[in-house]
């Protein structure tokens, strides 16, 4: 049996709460493209996305740990798709559209520059006189216009809502600039999704690498109110040191305790609002998702915690100086000499001007190739 485009559209008709994207309602594209004949319009924007350049690259792009400092710490693209499958999983429990949330998700970090926040913050400071840096800007860039893999338009000439989703993406660090995409109104909720599945995928699994890095000890965590919760769930007095079986079915009641959360508090929320439509939803002044108030002040401290004692430590602060050297260096040596640029993006100059082609070629860096590039700029003994 082969099942259409039109059939899939009929699937979602019955399957989706009256609140989630339909793909045959969406916007349309800035192009004329001819929808596929058995993918939704979200399906093949989720395809798009991950066939890109900029996809591939964040599986050398940081989260917290360089690569360098072992392979089982997270990347921006294992955060990626722990994001994406935390995403559906919250869209199909509340009926949302779970393709347009996936490529949401999938495409939210895909502007980050090497070595994650360090990164973004030395490259705003270096741009601040010509326009800043902003990942979520550049992942806008990159799936309109950056990349090159079509001949009819450029970037990937995805649908109205899933860039909207990738405009409006917010959490604690990322503030969104709406600017042409109905500014007035909330992001639709595969959008919202997007946004709590960030937040949680990244506290989760930044706790995980911070426990089997052995920056943080469970000792250190004694007294925060979620991680007494978890450990009481595994049966433990007192947590002196962690099994790798135990630290897994902790980061993983951590995660199952955070999605009900967000699922119970948004469907509580959406029919508190007496929400109808996709409309009744963005016209709210309020998201309709976020944990409950017990579980937000839990979360809150989980965080804190992580920031004073994770982002903070000393080997994460060292990179991140390192990080600031290497890209300020590199970003100087170019301006002063272009001509050391690759020549396809020599060519660029023109049309984007020098400082912002410097930030498009920088951004585009995975660490490796950052230090990489570094050495043969900087360091006599490697080839140029």
Known sequence: MITTREQLEKIEDQSLAPYGLRSKDSQGRQYPDREPDYRTAFQRDRDRILHTTAFRRLEYKTQVFINYEGDYFRTRLTHTLEVAQIGRTLAKALGANEELVEAICLAHDLGHPPFGHSGEVVLNRLMK????????????????????????????????????????????????????????????????????????????????????????????????ELWEILIQNLGLKEAGSLTDLQRHRLIRDLIGMLVTDAVESADRRIKEAKVRSVADLQKLNHNVTGYSEDMHRRNRELKDFLYANLYRHYRVVRMAVKAERILTELFNAYHDEPDMLPNSFQELIEQRGLERTLCDYLAGMTDRYAIQEYQRLFDPNIKP
């Open 129 to 224: 006189d010509y326009g800043g840096f902003d990942h979520n800007k550049q992942s806008f860039r990159i799936v309109t216009k950056l990349e090159e893999r079509y001949p009819e338009f450029p970037g990937l000439n995805l649908t109205w809502e899933v860039r909207e989703g990738i405009v409006k993406h917010e959490t604690e660090y990322d503030v969104s600039d709406a600017q042409d995409y109905n500014p007035g109104l909330r992001g639709h909720l595969e959008a919202q999704l997007a946004n709590v599945s960030d937040e949680l995928a990244y506290t989760a699994h930044d706790l995980d690498d911070g426990l089997r890095s052995g920056m943080i000890t469970p000792a250190m965590l004694s007294g925060i």
